[in-house]
């Protein structure tokens, strides 16, 4: 891989929302994968934050192939190789080395860096980079400093992620530079404890039609 990935963009098109989910049992990770399919949400970012984290990936991918499983919180290059071995469709971390994006490089794999500064992006545009992950979104600035990073950086989308709900997603969705928004509020740990596996599907449906 050298240069922008087309990639990540075509995957970042795919849905107005991207369920951020932390998997803890296997079986589980299945019912939410088909959860979220059916309601209409094809890409699917978990979480490396459990110790059975690339199993619940390779389950999913294996249970729901049509859909485009990923991992985020990716933190070393390792991380990548072992994800791309269970199936995994793409990466994001929540920032960048330059180890990291040298390893990126090297496996291949779609990758969606985090980025809160501009330096960071511009960091990311050194290696030839044109999409990001603009993470912890509100904490960062929210959708006013993404609107503002329009102007100086008019060619780099984003996919905010963090502190995003159902209420302010349409705020990020509506401004020229974000694809998509990631968001962790249809796989809360209170529903995935009652095993509601249709209230997922059904905040799925909802999410699926943010972008109006």
Known sequence: ???????????????????????????????????????????????????????????????????????????????LEQLKAVGGRFAVSPGATDRLYAAARDVDLPFLPGVATSSELMRGLEHGLDTFKFFPAMQA????MLSAWNGPFGDVRFCPTGGISAQTAPQFLHLPNVL?????????????????????????REAAVLAG
């Open 180 to 204: 998509c928004v990631g968001g962790s509020w249809l796989t809360t740990g209170e529903l995935l404890q009652s095993r509601d596996w249709a209230r997922i599907e059904q905040l799925a």
């Open 141 to 144: 600035g929210g959708a006013a």
């Open 1 to 79: 891989m050298s240069g922008a990935d087309p990639r990540v963009r075509a995957i970042l098109k795919l849905a107005p929302v991207i369920p951020v989910f932390t998997p803890n049992d296997i079986d589980d990770a299945v019912q939410v994968a088909n959860a979220l399919f059916r309601g209409g949400l094809p890409v699917i970012e978990v979480t490396l934050r459990t110790p059975r984290a690339m199993d619940a990936i390779k389950a999913m991918v294996e249970a729901v192939p049509e859909a485009v499983i990923g991992a985020g919180t990716v933190l070393e290059g390792r991380q």
